[in-house]
C-alpha cells in the first residue's frame, strides 16, 4: 500500500499567534521563515506568517497530520512563547496555496492583539484581511 502524497491528502489548517521570546534578536525571525519554507515544501504545507516586531500570527495548512506535527514543534521551539491556537479544522481549499510559506510585516502593532480576541472562522477572516489589506 503507498501512502497519499501530502498534496493529495485531506487538507487542514491552523491558525495560532505566538511571541518572539524575549532575549531573541529579530534576525531569528529570518531564520524561522527560511527554514520553515524548505521544511513546509517537503511536507506539503502552505501558508501565511505576519510578524509585527514581537508577536507572530500564522496560517499553516496542509495533510492534518503534517500540520499538527509542525504545531507541536512549534509549541517547543524555545523561540516562540504563549503559542495561541485561534483556529484548528478541516480546510476545503488552500488559502496559501503559492507559499510554502508567505511572509509579511505589519506597521499596525496592536493588529494581532486584535486577532488574538478572535476564534474559529472569525480569526481566520481577520487574518486573511490582514495579509491582503493595501498598505
Keep these: 500500500m503507498s ?8 487538507l487542514y489548517e491552523v491558525l495560532y499567534v505566538s511571541t518572539l521570546s524575549e532575549g531573541q534578536p ?6 524561522i521563515a527560511g527554514y520553515a519554507r524548505r521544511h513546509n515544501q517537503m511536507s ?8 509585527d516586531g514581537q508577536r507572530f500570527g500564522q496560517q499553516l495548512e496542509g495533510p492534518e497530520i503534517e500540520v499538527r506535527a509542525l504545531l507541536e514543534r512549534i509549541r517547543k521551539d524555545p523561540r516562540h512563547i504563549y503559542v495561541e491556537v485561534l483556529h484548528d479544522a478541516p ?6 496555496q503559492n507559499f510554502s510559506l508567505g511572509f509579511s510585516t505589519l506597521e499596525d502593532e496592536t493588529a494581532l492583539e486584535r486577532l488574538e480576541a478572535l476564534r474559529g472562522a472569525a480569526a481566520v477572516r481577520a487574518f486573511v484581511n490582514l495579509a491582503v489589506e493595501p498598505e
Design 26 to 31: 529579530l534576525s531569528t525571525v529570518a531564520s
Design 3 to 10: 501512502a497519499a502524497s501530502p498534496m493529495s491528502s485531506p
Design 44 to 51: 506539503g504545507i502552505t501558508g501565511l506568517l505576519v510578524f
Design 91 to 96: 480546510l476545503a481549499a488552500r488559502r496559501f
